[in-house]
Nanobody, 126 residues
Framework: QVQLVESGGGLVQAGDSLRLSCAAS????????MGWFRQAPGKEREFVAS????????YYADSVKGRFTISRDKTKNTIYLKMNSLTPKDTAAYYC???????????????????WGKGTPVTVSS
């Protein structure tokens, strides 16, 4: 079983940047594709970005493409989500995920996720 722990959330102003981190542990955790989902108040959880096990392939939701960057440090078994040009629409709880494939999470959403972190809140004020 993979354990995921997020960090880095907080309160920022519109236009600011923020970097989220997610440390993975557990059996074979370094072999999993990983990703980020988010859930805004009153809305469904949605896909944000995913990265394959090696870090060579990434996918992004259209709403964050060009502003967010997902990356992976296999030596630390950690993924990151660098978020630039934040807007109030990015306000949400951000969840780290592990699954069978980066493309699977991109296409099939949360049904392709095998493990979830507890989430870290991001609030963007206008």
């Amino acid at each position: 079983q993979v354990q995921l722990v997020e960090s880095g959330g907080g309160l920022v102003q519109a236009g600011d940047s923020l970097r989220l981190s997610c440390a993975a542990s557990g059996r074979a955790s370094s072999n999993y594709a990983m990703g980020w989902f988010r859930q805004a108040p009153g809305k469904e959880r949605e896909f944000v970005a995913s990265i394959n096990w090696s870090g060579s392939i990434t996918y992004y939701a259209d709403s964050v493409k060009g502003r967010f960057t997902i990356s992976r440090d296999k030596t630390k078994n950690t993924i990151y989500l660098k978020m630039n040009s934040l807007t109030p629409k990015d306000t949400a709880a951000y969840y780290c995920t592990a699954g069978g494939g980066a493309y699977g999470m991109f296409v099939n959403g949360y049904s392709a996720v095998n493990a979830w972190g507890k989430g870290t809140p991001v609030t963007v004020s206008s």
